[in-house]
């Protein structure tokens, strides 16, 4: 049989920015948003017998269809 081993790997890592300067008119104290930011990011690796890699990263917890259309 000519099949080929591979390891699969998931990790949740959190993200998250903080802003530390920002220009707004005196005497305001507005709210910066951070529309598009995530508390965290779901990685998934994938290793080969022959040390060949490959790693995306996710929106979402990924899940076996994930995994069927990446690699």
């Given amino acids: ?3 080929t081993v591979v390891c699969i790997d ?5 993200v998250q920015a903080e802003p530390r300067i920002a220009w707004f008119p005196c005497g ?12 965290w990011a779901c990685l998934l690796g994938v290793s080969t017998e022959d040390a060949e ?3 995306s990263r ?3 917890y990924a899940t076996c269809e994930h995994v069927k259309t990446s690699f």
């Fill in 1 to 3: 049989m000519d099949a």
């Fill in 10 to 14: 998931q990790i949740e890592k959190p």
């Fill in 28 to 39: 305001l104290q507005p709210t910066v948003q951070f529309p598009d930011q995530r508390n």
């Fill in 53 to 55: 890699c490959f790693f």
């Fill in 58 to 60: 996710f929106p979402e």
